[in-house]
């Protein structure tokens, strides 16, 4: 679980099975603009990860998104993202 910054200077979430694959997200309101966007900070073994995002007014908001955790922690499948 990260985050990553791209060209245009906008944050994105990411997940990585144990498999190795990677899930992208972006919380919905999130703003996609320069500055702006999804920042994860903390995962559990559960899967839930919470962070917070910035919206297109610059207005940061803590955020929750949850996974199905077996699917998640077993590798098997992507993650399912539920967003609270």
């Not at 498999?19 to 972006?26: E, L, P, Q, V």
């Not at 007014?57 to 590798?75: A, D, E, F, K, R």
């Amino acid at each position: 679980m990260g985050n990553y910054v791209d060209a245009g200077g906008v944050n994105h979430g990411f997940v990585r099975t144990q498999r190795g694959d990677i899930t992208t997200f972006n919380v919905p309101g999130a703003g996609s603009g320069s500055g702006q966007g999804t920042i994860p900070g903390s995962s559990d073994p559960a899967g839930g990860i919470t962070g917070y995002y910035v919206d297109a007014s610059g207005v940061s908001t803590p955020s929750c998104v949850s996974s199905i955790s077996n699917q998640y922690l077993g590798g098997k499948h992507q993650p399912t993202l539920i967003f609270d």
